[in-house]
């Protein structure tokens, strides 16, 4: 194999310049946290098939609301198992839009992975009471987190900033759901305003 280009090592020069590139201590270049951080961003925008700034934007928030969102089904996904009288029919229908709300999630997050999600998902079904006290508060004979209403009031105003399309409706049929059910596991949450 001939030696390779001298553009090789003034891309290499200009990388390391940057503190996208390091060398180890084999000497041999590696990508710093900045340099990942850069090539998921590029990666991003590739799969967005969008170059200009004002989409690059626009996706960003889309997938900023979507994890709202999947927190937030999340959370109410975790209150309905912990309720013995919960319907079936609530429990089904999170679980279907947590599906559909994760799936886009990763489309719109690269970095994200499957089977991570779905790890922390199962841990978030096993996980005690006792362990996430210090996250959240006894209501009646049930443990709900702080900050739920505040969080879906923020995604509400997040959602009004996306554009108009499927993303937009899904999360809009979830914060009607998350409404629906949450306002039943505890009063405080039937005061949620619905999006308008």
């Not at 001939?2 to 503190?19: E, F, H, I, N």
């Not at 079904?125 to 209403?149: C, E, H, P, Y």
């Amino acid at each position: 194999m001939g030696r390779p280009d001298k553009t090789v090592y003034v891309t290499l020069t200009a990388l390391v310049d940057s503190k996208f590139v390091a060398k180890n201590d084999e000497g041999k270049y590696v990508l710093t946290d900045a340099g990942r951080r850069e090539l998921e961003r590029i990666r991003f925008v590739r799969m967005a098939e969008e170059e200009d700034d004002v989409e690059i934007i626009s996706n960003t928030r889309t997938a900023i609301a979507l994890g709202r969102c999947y927190d937030l089904l999340f959370d109410i996904r975790y209150l309905l198992s912990r309720t013995p009288k919960a319907e079936g029919e609530e429990r089904r229908a999170v679980s279907e839009r947590m599906n559909i709300v994760r799936n886009l999630l990763l489309k719109y997050n690269p970095s994200l992975k499957k089977d991570e999600l779905l790890k922390e998902e199962k841990k978030g079904l096993d996980i005690g009471i006792a362990d996430l006290v210090s996250g959240g508060i006894w209501w009646g004979k049930r443990f709900v987190k702080w900050g739920l209403k505040d969080r879906y009031i923020h995604l509400v105003n997040l959602t009004r900033e996306l554009p108009e399309g499927p993303v937009k409706d899904e999360i809009l049929a979830s914060l009607a759901l998350f409404r629906e059910v949450a306002g039943k596991l505890d009063n405080r949450l039937k005061e949620l305003v619905p999006y308008s």
